[in-house]
């Protein structure tokens, strides 16, 4: 999506802002305890701010792969399921605190409160590894995004527990 580092240092705090940034207004992005992981999480029928996030793609995407970043984020809302559900956009640990359970913790306290409100949860694997996790945590494979020469992302639906 953006090349150089230049391009990605300026634009991408702007794509995450507004691709995973309403779950502040909805209380809904948590931390591990020691701040060394993140999860944000959508609520039932709450998108991305897609006109913002389009505008900043559109400026900030090299033109000759505009095309391809679009194809794929359509592939991403597509594979969104029609009913309503929790959408995970975007979950991290810091490299030096990955395997530590810190991920896991942030994913058992939310899916708990999923299950608890009868809402499933969406979600797309941008890392391989990550799918015998969220396996474990009762997400099923439901297809594949990748577009041109973009990685692939593995959408991943789990129902209520």
Same mark, same amino acid.
């Given at each position: ?90 979950? +991290?640990? !810091? ?7 810190? @991920? %896991?913790?942030?994913? /058992?306290?939310?899916? #708990? &409160? ?23 945590? +009762?997400? !099923? ?7 041109? @020469? %973009?990685?692939?992302? /593995?959408?991943?639906? #789990? &129902?209520?527990?």
């Amino acid at each position: 999506m953006f090349p150089g580092s230049k391009q990605y240092f300026h634009f991408f705090p702007f794509v995450l802002m507004y691709f995973a940034g309403r779950e502040f207004d909805h209380f809904s992005a948590h931390r591990s305890s020691n701040f060394s992981a993140v999860a944000l999480w959508l609520p039932p029928n709450v998108i991305p701010d897609e006109e913002a996030l389009g505008s900043v793609l559109g400026e900030g995407v090299a033109p000759e792969l505009r095309e391809e970043v679009f194809a794929a984020l359509d592939q991403v809302g597509a594979g969104h399921s029609q009913k309503g559900h929790c959408y995970l956009p975007k979950i +991290g640990t !810091e490299p030096l605190s990955q395997g530590k359970g810190y @991920g %896991s913790a942030l994913l /058992t306290r939310n899916l #708990r &409160v999923c299950d608890c409100a009868h809402v499933a949860v969406y979600l797309e694997a941008a890392n391989t590894v990550n799918i015998l996790l969220y396996h474990r945590f +009762g997400f !099923e494979v439901i297809g594949e995004i990748q577009v041109g @020469g %973009s990685p692939t992302s /593995t959408p991943m639906f #789990r &129902v209520v527990q």
